[in-house]
């Protein structure tokens, strides 16, 4: 059983960066496509960026509205994988969860196998 632990989140001003991290804890990360979704109060649960499993293509996938703005990446030394947001902005406030599939390209969120307890961005104007 794998498990996932993210931390990183916290308040910020808008313009600020951060970086999440999700940490995997009884298997290997980067056996697993990774993906870090958010869920801001009244919406649904939305994937902002995709990490696959090493050697597929394309590597990474991010939402229109965050390309340019968050990168992800792996830390294979801490079994780690980094969500960086830079120039955030008050609609990036959500509670951040980051979820690992054995599939190269799951296009679901049922297609995960693994999730963490997420962590809360919150973003002020």
């Known amino acids: 059983q794998v498990q996932l632990v993210e931390s990183g989140g916290g308040l910020v001003q808008a313009g600020d960066s951060l970086t999440l991290s999700c940490t995997a804890f009884?298997?290997?990360?980067?056996?697993?496509?990774v993906s870090w979704f958010r869920q801001a109060p009244g919406e649904e649960r939305e994937v902002v960026s995709t990490i696959s499993k090493t050697g597929l293509a394309p590597a990474t996938y991010y939402k229109a509205s965050v390309k340019g703005r968050f990168t992800i990446f792996r830390d294979n030394t801490k079994n780690t994988v980094l969500l960086q947001i830079n120039s955030s902005t008050p609609e990036d406030t959500a509670v951040y969860y980051c979820?690992?599939?054995?599939?190269?390209?799951?296009?679901?969120?049922?297609?995960?196998?693994?999730w963490g307890q997420g962590t809360q961005v919150t973003v002020t104007s």
């Open positions: 979820a690992a599939s054995r599939l190269g390209r799951p296009s679901v969120a049922a297609l995960y196998d693994y």
């Open positions: 009884g298997g290997i990360i980067d056996s697993y496509t």
